[in-house]
């Protein structure tokens, strides 16, 4: 990949994950959503942390104590491990390019 914000054409109808680099304890991938979301009743529960860039558009989080997280172009956000969350909400115009970066936390 060159360009970030480079999008398939069209835009394929499943979100579009992307490792872009390896890591030992991770990995950094580019997600592509188009307005997908996680299917009702399934949650995240990631072994790993996680850190995002939301680079374009607009998403929700909701977790599993009812909180949510409310995401523009250019917000972070870190998701320490086993918080479950799903996302309830992917802008389609304009599409939301993600980057998201996998890795192991240190033990407090």
């Known amino acids: 990949m060159k360009n970030l914000f480079e999008l ?3 835009l ?3 979100e579009l994950f992307e ?3 390896t890591f030992p304890s991770g ?14 009743g399934e949650w995240y529960d990631q072994e790993q942390a ?3 860039v939301l ?3 607009e998403a929700r989080l909701n977790y599993a ?11 972070t956000l870190l998701i320490p491990p086993h918080r479950r969350h799903r996302v309830s909400y992917t802008s389609t115009a304009p599409p939301c390019i993600w980057l ?3 890795f192991a936390q240190p033990p407090a």
Request: charged share 25%.
């Open 27 to 40: 990995k950094l991938e580019r997600i592509v959503s188009y307005g997908q979301v996680t299917p009702a």
């Open 50 to 52: 996680e850190w995002l």
């Open 8 to 10: 398939p054409e069209p």
């Open 55 to 57: 680079l374009q558009g």
């Open 19 to 21: 490792t872009l680099q």
């Open 100 to 102: 998201a970066l996998h």
């Open 12 to 14: 394929p109808t499943e």
């Open 65 to 75: 104590d009812g909180s949510e997280t409310y995401l523009k172009r250019g917000d």
